[in-house]
């Protein structure tokens, strides 16, 4: 079905791609054979550091005519093994291609290459008084990455995902041809939402090459409150009471006593308060801290009213800086503190959550493996974490796909879905099909045949 | 390609659709062989009010076997042709599934059927203060018809479209299996997103049975400024300036004069001033008016230090009711001005409206033609009426196809879309494809030919 790459095939790309940006083979350093959890692994034939639109464009030309693989990656820091080649073939890195091209701010927007790193976005916006919503953890992870999976992360609560930002995209399809989905406008009900079905489509439709970002306005103001509770269920019992409180928190993150050791282990930094098992942590942002002290005095009451223990202000730099590490930490610190690990990123519905995690509280007496987690409390998605802890590897095999399944399972009967942001790639795929059934998967096969009739855009991944 | 409807088809359905459900060839009353915009006009061979998901999938079921068209219809308030039965076969109505299913506080969602009419759902949600934020002008239109064309209405510029409420679909495919799209899960990243490819899909990938939908809290205070301009230059030149300012307006509507004078004209009732060229329409909503204050009278200063006259400040219930009805009825009382017209309703980026207003001044001048219009200032979105004035048949087919094809060249010019909010259905198809260009039109064929490969529902829309 496919071909391998040929030494023709290789002389072909060289005559339009500098050496300094196209690797063979052996010389291709084993980074690039799986991503930020190692569970997926293959090495490419060739590897490709794209820079153009046009390129891309004569690559796919090329590769669709002598049926190529084709895998693109951002900066690797996927946990599904998306960015996999798989198949072998060409793995086409567009992390070079990261020019933030134009802001535009009558129409408030940015355009950037795929390969712009959140961080740096965040930092450019920023400086123009302008405001990137979406906030996932991994801060290094680039933006095409970022719509290819829908990254969800922190401000999801109040500002949505990846795919409520993205107002247009250049895409490359497998034939070469380009194409321009969506545009600098607010509203469109223009025909299918292609721009809708390529955001979150892992690669397999096409290959992001530009992006039009919608932005707000930059809030001049922002707190975090840090609320202990005794229990975890009491804690995530106030949750849905603050999401319909009206007070419009920017994010409610969930983290257990024992995830924020392993953060102050790893960071070797204390944690403002590590006395309870539980806590919450509110943001609220805004033009003032008058405009918004309403909201998060009134989020405080509904906590303490609800059980918690207090409800620390977090407002100087230090303070939200000790707090915010932490958490962006979590997922080192839990890989830190084991010799492998997988992950599971369900997402329930935000009055599930509690349940949920009891569930694998239990899941972990039973299977007598360590399953630690943490959340995204205010949407429902969880990160939770299968611990290896030396286990030999059948052992670890066998117990890791019984987590999996009966967590999968729970979740399904929860009305929650495999995925809440780090997408399917190739290590959640019996999952969603599981979850989905053969009628979904069978639309799903249907329109990756349309985009990508000779399977070659980042194969095995998704469908 | 398609099968007529026959006397033994006709009996089938009648073994379990009751009388008052089921009409027949010339027992169909000629309301339902048009929308809204009476120019797509077709009867449907048999009209359908259908009751349960159950009775829709077998009546697909049946369709699919025997190669019967079926179109779907909400109200019929839709201007584009979408819900016209072109090809004849099967008219089904949701209309009459119209029950509100279950409002889930913790969740903050709520769950109907199709027939659901907006001003049922706002009335309802509202009861329990909570809040659905799409406001389309229309709003005796169905909940079903808005998911169907992603309506988006007044408060888009804040809360976004109808795309970004839509938690869950049940949907009931050609073949006549029945599908859940999506869940009470406020992320998801699981495999291609079919729920949103089923949003604006107008009826043509699927028939919605039930939806999910997202709600918020309710705010508890809402204003309007009311901002009077010399020029409707001056007024649109304020609205990229009042989009940046972070004072976070709900909606941001532009009305001349003229539109306005036809509002008092239809509705017989004073509009609080009508002394200038062009008015901006603005609303903020909050828990308190302390909490926006700050917003709008901001808001209103950036106005007045850009050329607005005044900006009255519209809180009583008499005051707002009597702007907003005007604003509702401009659709009404431009279509009550004329003997036919036709509508455009396109969308460019916020910076070029004024542009494009004065673009379609300049062509209501070169074509003698009236040319009225009124948009949502706040996400460029315009609706633009050509009015018929008595001109003989070919005259005004002729300067009606003139007018279009010159205002969808330049709006696609400027970056924009065909359709902002209204659709493609069956009258602006053309102008889609033109827009989109074979490539893109390939891809949606193909999307078409997986979900429903005997192209039997909602034959000839949008593909």
Same mark, same amino acid.
């Given at each position: 079905m496919y071909n391998p790459v040929q030494d023709a095939d290789i002389a072909y790309f060289q005559s339009f791609i500098p050496s300094d940006r196209l690797f063979c083979r052996d010389d291709i350093v084993d980074d690039y054979f799986h991503d930020e959890l190692s569970g997926t692994q293959h090495a490419p034939e060739l590897l490709i550091f794209a820079a153009s639109t046009g390129e891309v464009s004569r690559i796919m030309q090329y590769a669709y005519a002598h049926s190529i693989p084709v895998t693109t990656r951002g900066s690797g820091t996927g946990l599904v093994g998306a960015a996999v080649a798989v198949k072998g073939g060409i793995l086409l890195? !567009?992390?070079?291609? *990261?020019?933030?091209l134009e802001l535009d701010p009558e129409n408030l927007t940015v355009t950037v290459q795929p390969g712009v790193l959140l961080m740096e976005l965040a930092e450019y916006v920023e400086s123009h008084q302008l405001f990137y919503p979406p906030d996932p953890?991994?801060?290094?992870?680039t933006i095409g990455g970022n719509i290819s999976t829908n990254a969800g992360g922190m401000r999801a609560v109040r500002y949505g995902v990846t795919r409520d930002y993205v107002r247009a995209l250049t895409v490359v399809l497998a034939s070469g041809e380009v194409v321009q989905l969506g545009?600098? =406008? =607010?509203? *469109?009900?223009?025909?299918?939402s292609l721009l809708n079905l390529m955001i979150g489509s892992e690669g397999t439709l096409g290959i992001i090459t530009e992006a039009v970002l919608k932005l707000l306005p930059l809030p001049e103001k922002t707190i975090s409150l840090l609320v202990p509770f005794e229990t975890m269920e009491a804690a995530l019992a106030a949750v849905p009471l603050i999401a319909r409180s009206?007070?419009?928190? !920017?994010a409610i993150e969930y983290m257990s006593r024992d995830t924020i050791l392993f953060a102050e282990d790893y960071l070797g930094k204390q944690f403002?308060? !590590?006395?309870?098992d539980a806590y919450l942590l509110l943001t609220f942002d805004g033009n003032s801290l008058s405009e918004i002290e309403q909201n998060y005095s009134r989020a405080a009451d509904i906590c303490i009213e609800n059980g918690a223990i207090d409800a620390y202000f977090i407002d100087t730099d230090e303070r939200k800086k000790s707090v915010w590490d932490a958490r962006g930490a979590f997922l080192e610190a839990i890989k830190a503190s084991t010799d492998e690990m997988d992950e599971c990123d369900v997402v329930v519905p935000r009055s599930r959550i509690a349940d949920f995690i009891t569930y694998t509280h239990a899941l972990a007496k039973e299977l007598d493996i360590r399953i630690p987690s943490f959340g995204h409390a205010g949407d429902g998605n969880l990160h939770i974490y299968i611990c290896r802890d030396g286990l030999d590897d059948a052992t670890w095999q066998q117990k890791l796909s019984t987590a999996f399944e009966k967590m999968y399972a729970k979740s399904a009967a929860f009305g929650g879905q495999v995925s809440g942001e780090h997408g399917i790639g190739y290590a959640k795929k019996p999952y969603l099909h599981e979850h989905l059934g053969t009628v979904q998967m069978d639309l799903m096969r249907g329109i990756k045949a349309a985009f990508d009739p000779k399977y070659i855009l980042n194969p095995e991944k998704i469908v």
């Open positions: 890195c !567009t992390a070079k291609m *990261n020019q933030i953890g991994e801060k290094s992870a545009g600098k =406008v =607010v509203k *469109n009900s223009s025909g299918y009206g007070t419009n928190p !920017t403002p308060d !590590t006395a309870y």
